[in-house]
């Protein structure tokens, strides 16, 4: 019922919130869900801008690959052939489709009298090869196999191409024509003012091209579904990737967002038995994520994979700290059952605002410490961090006892735990009795995490990002170990000016350095498919029974017509460049892949054939994944150090002594050892999410730290002699709302464990892990350290 006589402030702070919330909500139908594959890379790094400028030289065009393995083991069979072209023929019905490659539609060139432009009329189609035939003519087709047939010859694939749209190839265009810039000097204004106005056309022409990508995907399986039981289906390909990741990204918001919600009412009855204390904190992390969401999109960030558990985390947050004003204002309720509801709450918010506010300074700077971690995903993961911890500390602090005042009447009842104050005070004791055991377990936990963070790594592959037992998984997987591979790499070679002879498309001895390349790249055991303009002289000498010599190879080159030359030709050769480019795709699943050796090797065994860097550029995807994996461990123990000395900053800040500031960082890095040391022995990768997770260890931990902190030092002030009753009124009071509070995240985060998005299943069961010890040590080192160190002198 509403409180009778209460000043208008309430209701007016009411009003206001409910205006905010209003306009935001209305604002955040425009936040947007970002899932391509660019999302996990670095936007103006040298690698991405020379994989664009590849990507534009040579036409890359996108498409997915649908792998086909019939249950009809005669593979060549007409019956499996008619199956793809009746596929092929209803998906080219789309409206973005090109063309859909198979075997049944790709010249067979073998079949051939001679190599000629007459050669794109052999095929399946028009010329109904038997099953010998083509099972010969495509045994090692060095453009075929690994792309439209495996090498085992038990599945077949259908590579559907898709039209580039005009509009947004020219505006990609103008903006790789301003960041090639980069490579040799920065950006004027005036390039970054087109650039941001460039950026922001692509962002609205991207989103509707998401869409149409999404709509394609499920109407291929919709076209595919009547053809299961002919055989199985996989796809595979980049437009996959970004579909399933959106499927994720949206299903895991939904579901954990609910499940979380549905997991604190029931913590929030269990602790308090009051339909106030569950309806009050369940309003306001509505209100918190309704208000970050509008916010976010206003600022126009986009969710991510990486930052798709902002929302669980803000949820969580916000939480945790108004467990931390009800446990306080139940504190008051029994010693002071005279006052009135108003007194309680303004007694609350007054003796909690400064560890709050604290609290979440050293969350958010936390967080913020991602912004220099140098991996853009993560430093856009920090920013939504920052701000949502802004609006969590305002509808906390604000908008939680306002509405306390206007809505409720005084909450009397308090419900006892008294397995919880046992536990408490059995921990105070244990403090008193064995302070040397908790220092040495203290000491020894450091010492193991130090010793496993040697072991740290940063090897991954997007294949590991998801549940083995997810579709997703396994179609990518099929890709990957039947169709070639599924990371597109690329070696572009400059042609020397001594191997460049006038009147010719290409000399032998170019031919000839090529396959010397492409035979050393064929006998790393990771790369998969590998195709280049080496390959049609190869399919040439099959064909005439000799080489083609390079006045043949230049004649053939200038009578084919533009579209077979650029099939054939342009997606490996620049003459405009003289440039080479040999396309390779590297087989994520391979097993104990270490993509920096297999790198290295490749740099040493180019040098071997005598080829220098600077006549060669390694791109595409492999390059541009493995340059942001390189980056990671550089970046964990920069963001590390950041956070630490931000944090001992702030600390020395809030408690104007020193001595407090680093007895308040230990049970920290006890926690961050921990979880670090935990990756490293167990040989858990780190990832664009792993990353974060010692800085939100860090800072969520840091929380609970503060408020033990403060109420320690509030009853070492009020009782200077009374040593005993130090720690055991701390664990009696605070202790409470640090047992509730990690309760409620160990929960809320251990149900991302579920999670078929494997990064937020470890963030989800590393983050829980980092609570639980974070707890332990603020209830025993934490109280152990201030004990031997503190006196009444050093409380101001």
Same mark, same amino acid.
């Given at each position: 019922?509403?409180?009778?006589?209460?000043?208008?402030?309430?209701?007016?702070?009411c009003?206001?919130?409910?205006?905010?919330?209003?306009?935001?909500?209305?604002?955040?139908?425009?936040?947007?869900?970002?899932?391509?594959?660019?999302?996990?890379?670095?936007? +103006?790094n040298?690698?991405?801008?020379?994989?664009?400028l590849?990507? %534009? #030289?040579?036409?890359?065009?996108?498409?997915?690959?649908?792998?086909?393995?019939?249950?009809?083991?005669?593979?060549?069979?007409?019956?499996?052939?008619?199956?793809?072209?009746?596929?092929?023929?209803?998906?080219? %019905?789309? /409206?973005?489709?090109?063309?859909?490659?198979?075997?049944?539609?790709?010249?067979?060139?073998s079949?051939?009298?001679?190599?000629?432009?007459?050669?794109?009329?052999?095929?399946?189609?028009?010329?109904?090869?038997?099953?010998?035939?083509?099972?010969?003519?495509?045994?090692?087709?060095?453009?075929?196999?690994?792309?439209?047939?495996? !090498?085992?010859?038990?599945?077949?694939?259908?590579?559907?191409v898709?039209?580039?749209?005009?509009?947004?190839?020219?505006?990609?265009?103008?903006?790789?024509?301003?960041?090639?810039?980069?490579?040799?000097?920065d950006?004027?204004?005036?390039?970054?003012?087109?650039?941001?106005?460039?950026?922001?056309?692509?962002?609205?022409?991207?989103?509707?091209?998401?869409?149409?990508? *999404?709509?394609?995907?499920?109407?291929? #399986?919709?076209?595919?579904?009547?053809?299961?039981?002919?055989?199985?289906?996989?796809?595979?390909?980049?437009?996959l990737?970004?579909?399933?990741?959106?499927?994720?990204?949206?299903?895991?918001?939904?579901?954990?967002?609910?499940?979380?919600?549905?997991?604190?009412?029931?913590?929030?009855?269990?602790?308090?038995?009051?339909?106030?204390?569950?309806?009050?904190?369940?309003?306001?992390?509505?209100?918190?994520?309704?208000?970050?969401?509008?916010?976010?999109?206003?600022?126009?960030?986009?969710?991510?994979?990486?930052?798709? +558990?902002?929302?669980?985390?803000?949820?969580?947050?916000?939480?945790?700290?108004?467990?931390?004003?009800?446990?306080?204002?139940?504190?008051?309720?029994?010693?002071?059952?005279d006052?009135?509801?108003q007194?309680?709450?303004?007694?609350?918010?007054?003796?909690?605002?400064? /560890?709050?506010?604290?609290?979440?300074?050293?969350?958010?700077?936390?967080?913020?410490?991602?912004?220099?971690?140098?991996?853009?995903?993560?430093?856009?993961?920090?920013?939504?961090?920052?701000?949502?911890?802004?609006?969590?500390?305002?509808?906390?602090?604000?908008?939680?006892?306002?509405?306390?005042?206007?809505?409720?009447?005084?909450?009397?009842?308090?419900?006892?735990?008294?397995?919880?104050?046992?536990?408490?005070?059995?921990?105070?004791?244990?403090?008193?009795? #064995?302070?040397?055991?908790?220092?040495?377990?203290?000491?020894?936990? &450091?010492?193991?995490?130090?010793?496993?963070?040697? +072991?740290?790594?940063?090897? +991954?592959?997007?294949?590991?990002?998801?549940?083995?037992?997810?579709?997703?998984?396994?179609?990518?997987?099929?890709?990957?170990?039947?169709?070639?591979?599924?990371?597109?790499? @690329?070696?572009?070679?400059?042609?020397?000016?001594?191997?460049?002879?006038?009147?010719?498309?290409?000399?032998?001895?170019?031919?000839?350095? *090529?396959?010397?390349? !492409?035979?050393?790249?064929?006998?790393?055991?990771?790369?998969?498919?590998?195709?280049?303009?080496?390959?049609?002289?190869?399919?040439?000498?099959?064909?005439?029974?000799?080489?083609?010599?390079?006045?043949e190879?230049?004649?053939?080159?200038?009578?084919l @017509?533009?579209?077979?030359?650029?099939?054939?030709?342009?997606?490996?050769?620049?003459?405009?460049?003289?440039?080479?480019?040999?396309?390779?795709?590297?087989?994520?699943? &391979? %097993? @104990?892949?270490?993509?920096?050796?297999?790198?290295?090797k490749?740099?040493?065994?180019?040098?071997?054939?005598?080829?220098?860097?600077? !006549?060669?550029?390694?791109?595409?995807?492999?390059?541009?994944?493995?340059?942001?994996?390189?980056?990671?461990? @550089?970046? !964990?123990?920069?963001t590390?150090? *950041?956070?630490?000395?931000?944090?001992?900053v702030?600390?020395?800040?809030?408690?104007?002594?020193?001595?407090?500031?680093?007895?308040a960082?230990? /049970?920290?890095?006890?926690?961050?050892?921990?979880?670090?040391?935990?990756?490293?022995?167990?040989?858990?990768?780190?990832?664009?999410?792993?990353?974060?997770?010692?800085?939100?260890?860090?800072?969520?931990?840091?929380?609970?730290?503060?408020?033990?902190?403060? #109420?320690?030092?509030?009853?070492?002030?009020?009782? /200077?002699?009374?040593?005993?009753?130090?720690?055991?009124?701390?664990?009696?009071?605070?202790?409470?709302?640090?047992?509730?509070?990690?309760?409620? *995240?160990?929960?809320?985060?251990?149900?991302?464990?579920?999670?078929?998005?494997?990064?937020?299943?470890?963030?989800g069961?590393? &983050?829980?892990?980092?609570?639980?010890?974070?707890?332990?040590?603020?209830?025993?080192?934490?109280?152990?350290?201030?004990?031997?160190?503190?006196?009444?002198?050093?409380?101001?």
């Amino acid at each position: 019922m509403l409180k009778k006589n209460l000043s208008f402030w309430p209701y007016l702070i009411c009003v206001i919130f409910i205006f905010l919330i209003s306009t935001l909500a209305w604002q955040a139908k425009y936040f947007e869900i970002d899932a391509s594959a660019d999302t996990l890379l670095v936007d +103006n790094n040298k690698h991405y801008i020379l994989s664009q400028l590849a990507d %534009q #030289r040579y036409g890359s065009e996108e498409f997915i690959l649908i792998a086909f393995k019939p249950n009809n083991t005669a593979l060549f069979s007409a019956s499996n052939l008619n199956t793809l072209v009746d596929i092929a023929d209803k998906i080219e %019905q789309l /409206p973005r489709v090109k063309q859909v490659n198979s075997i049944a539609n790709m010249p067979i060139f073998s079949a051939a009298d001679n190599v000629s432009a007459d050669v794109a009329n052999l095929t399946w189609e028009k010329q109904k090869f038997d099953e010998q035939t083509l099972s010969l003519s495509l045994k090692k087709h060095p453009l075929y196999e690994g792309l439209l047939i495996n !090498q085992a010859q038990t599945a077949l694939s259908l590579q559907v191409v898709f039209n580039s749209q005009a509009d947004i190839e020219a505006v990609n265009n103008d903006i790789i024509a301003i960041k090639q810039h980069l490579l040799n000097r920065d950006l004027t204004k005036r390039e970054l003012n087109s650039l941001a106005q460039l950026k922001k056309q692509q962002q609205n022409l991207n989103k509707q091209l998401e869409q149409t990508r *999404i709509n394609e995907i499920e109407k291929i #399986r919709t076209i595919l579904a009547p053809y299961k039981k002919v055989g199985s289906f996989y796809l595979g390909g980049n437009n996959l990737l970004s579909y399933e990741l959106i499927q994720i990204i949206q299903s895991d918001l939904v579901l954990f967002g609910s499940l979380i919600f549905i997991v604190i009412i029931m913590l929030l009855w269990f602790l308090f038995r009051q339909l106030s204390w569950v309806l009050l904190p369940i309003v306001c992390c509505a209100t918190s994520v309704v208000m970050t969401v509008g916010l976010l999109a206003a600022l126009n960030f986009k969710v991510t994979v990486i930052s798709a +558990n902002v929302f669980a985390l803000q949820i969580i947050l916000s939480l945790a700290m108004i467990i931390h004003l009800i446990v306080h204002y139940q504190e008051l309720v029994l010693k002071h059952s005279d006052w009135s509801h108003q007194q309680l709450v303004l007694a609350t918010i007054k003796e909690k605002i400064k /560890p709050c506010f604290y609290a979440g300074l050293t969350t958010t700077i936390g967080f913020g410490s991602l912004i220099f971690s140098g991996v853009q995903p993560v430093i856009s993961f920090g920013w939504m961090m920052v701000f949502a911890m802004l609006v969590s500390f305002i509808v906390s602090l604000v908008f939680f006892p306002a509405l306390l005042l206007a809505i409720f009447n005084k909450q009397a009842f308090v419900k006892q735990h008294k397995k919880i104050e046992n536990g408490m005070s059995a921990t105070a004791s244990f403090v008193k009795a #064995r302070p040397k055991s908790i220092i040495f377990t203290s000491l020894l936990l &450091t010492l193991v995490g130090i010793l496993g963070c040697f +072991n740290l790594s940063a090897e +991954n592959s997007f294949l590991n990002y998801f549940s083995e037992s997810t579709d997703v998984r396994k179609e990518l997987s099929f890709i990957d170990q039947e169709f070639g591979g599924s990371t597109p790499f @690329d070696l572009l070679l400059d042609i020397p000016d001594e191997q460049i002879k006038s009147g010719l498309v290409i000399s032998a001895s170019t031919v000839q350095t *090529i396959t010397a390349i !492409q035979n050393m790249l064929a006998k790393q055991q990771a790369i998969g498919a590998i195709t280049s303009i080496a390959d049609f002289t190869k399919i040439a000498q099959v064909v005439n029974a000799k080489p083609l010599t390079e006045y043949e190879l230049t004649a053939l080159y200038k009578s084919l @017509d533009t579209e077979l030359q650029q099939a054939l030709f342009g997606a490996y050769f620049s003459e405009k460049k003289q440039q080479i480019r040999i396309s390779m795709r590297v087989q994520d699943s &391979t %097993q @104990d892949l270490n993509r920096a050796d297999l790198l290295a090797k490749i740099h040493q065994e180019l040098a071997n054939i005598g080829i220098p860097k600077q !006549q060669y550029t390694l791109t595409g995807l492999f390059i541009l994944y493995q340059n942001v994996l390189s980056r990671l461990v @550089d970046s !964990q123990v920069l963001t590390i150090l *950041i956070v630490y000395a931000a944090m001992a900053v702030t600390l020395m800040i809030i408690f104007s002594s020193i001595k407090v500031a680093w007895i308040a960082l230990v /049970p920290n890095i006890i926690t961050t050892s921990v979880i670090m040391g935990i990756l490293g022995i167990f040989a858990i990768p780190l990832d664009l999410m792993t990353i974060t997770i010692a800085a939100v260890a860090m800072g969520i931990s840091m929380d609970d730290t503060i408020h033990y902190i403060h #109420r320690y030092l509030a009853e070492l002030k009020r009782e /200077p002699n009374n040593e005993k009753a130090w720690v055991k009124r701390t664990n009696l009071s605070v202790g409470y709302a640090l047992i509730y509070t990690t309760t409620v *995240i160990v929960i809320g985060f251990g149900s991302l464990v579920f999670s078929n998005f494997v990064p937020s299943m470890l963030f989800g069961l590393l &983050t829980s892990i980092a609570m639980v010890v974070a707890l332990l040590t603020d209830i025993t080192t934490l109280p152990v350290l201030l004990k031997k160190h503190l006196t009444s002198h050093d409380v101001k």
